[in-house]
């Protein structure tokens, strides 16, 4: 039978390249996003955070852009390695209210060396 | 840089035994929380606790779930009667704020109900 949840979209980029995944996500009323990188065996490691009243935050090698208007939220990962190989998730979440943090489905990012 | 510890890193437990799963937040954090994956899906919220309630918890926490904070140290989720659909990746987090701050996770325990 189908195994739900287990085809995961899949980004393979050369290593040195830069990276862009892409997330949608559902609550207009979110304010608080966060990029989450998971290892095989692992539990998810904090990357980078923005807030509703940012359109970008820039890191170390990463950048999160985020939409408002069209809900989108995005990671980019510049020259890319192959240590950044993994799942990564978006989460989004409130900065008042009852809203617990809560994940997107994730993408897995294969660097080819 | 602290971090957050659970134990075991793998759980093998029969159908309807219970299990206690075991966690050490980071020192200075004060909200605690549990989330599972299913093999392969999403991380799911199970449960938020701060100072010493349950915040807030997901469907999935149902009656057969508890956590309990037994000293200053350890956050525990304990399964009353384990089901063969409760096999997952449990991960522990906390954070410094309830909201509008990172949840910092450990690596999981993997619990296999056969």
């Known amino acids: 039978g189908e195994s739900v949840g287990l085809h995961l ?26 990029w989450y990188k998971q290892e095989s065996g692992k539990g998810p490691q904090f990357i980078i ?6 359109d970008k935050r820039q890191g170390q090698r990463v950048t999160v852009l985020l939409n408002k208007t069209v809900k989108h939220l995005s990671l980019q990962i510049a020259a890319t390695q192959p240590g950044d190989s993994a ?12 809203t617990p943090l809560v994940f997107g489905k994730g993408t897995r990012l294969s660097v080819i060396a | 840089e602290p971090e957050v510890t659970q134990t075991p890193s793998h759980q093998v437990t029969q159908m309807g035994q219970e299990v206690i799963l075991r966690c050490v937040p980071i020192s200075n954090h004060l909200y605690f929380y549990w989330y599972r994956q299913i093999l ?16 807030e918890k997901s469907e999935i926490f149902d009656d057969q779930f508890s956590v309990e904070r037994p000293d200053g140290s350890n956050f525990t989720l304990k ?5 063969l659909e409760d096999s997952a990746m449990y991960f522990c987090a906390s ?18 109900v056969t």
């Open chain 2, 95 to 112: 954070s410094v704020r309830d909201r509008g701050s990172p949840l910092h996770f450990g690596n999981g325990t993997r619990l296999t």
């Open chain 2, 79 to 83: 399964i009353r009667s384990t089901k």
């Open chain 1, 9 to 34: 979209p899949t980004l393979s980029v050369q290593e040195g390249d830069n990276s862009i995944i892409n997330c949608a996500y559902s609550n207009s009323a979110s304010d608080y996003f966060i």
């Open chain 2, 40 to 55: 392969g899906q999403k991380v799911e919220f199970l449960v938020s606790f701060y100072n010493n309630e349950i915040s």
């Open chain 1, 49 to 54: 955070d923005i807030r509703s009243n940012m």
């Open chain 1, 87 to 98: 799942v990564y998730f978006c989460a989004e979440g409130g900065v008042a209210g009852n």
